[in-house]
């Protein structure tokens, strides 16, 4: 695979993750039960975790990897 594919499919996983993210803590701002609240939270901290790696992997082919302010708090 070229460098460049390879890019692209992580590039794409990080968006992914990002709307991963997004739809937990969306959730977590629309339950009632803490424990649900806490799960969907633990999840969407998840998918930081994943984005970060998926991070990694660009840095390591020499890629710049961008800041994403959009994302909110992960505190709903």
Do not use: C, W
Not at 22 to 28: L, P, Q, R
Not at 47 to 69: C, F, M, P, Q, S
Request: no cysteine.
């Amino acid at each position: 695979m070229d460098e460049k594919t390879f890019s692209n499919i992580i590039e794409n996983a990080i968006e992914r993750e990002i709307q991963a993210y997004m739809f937990y803590i969306t959730m977590a701002g629309k339950v009632a039960d803490n424990g649900m609240r806490e799960l969907y939270i633990a999840m969407a901290a998840e998918e930081l975790d994943h984005k970060k790696l998926l991070e990694l992997e660009l840095l390591k082919i020499g890629k710049v990897v961008k800041a994403n302010t959009s994302i909110p708090n992960i505190n709903p």
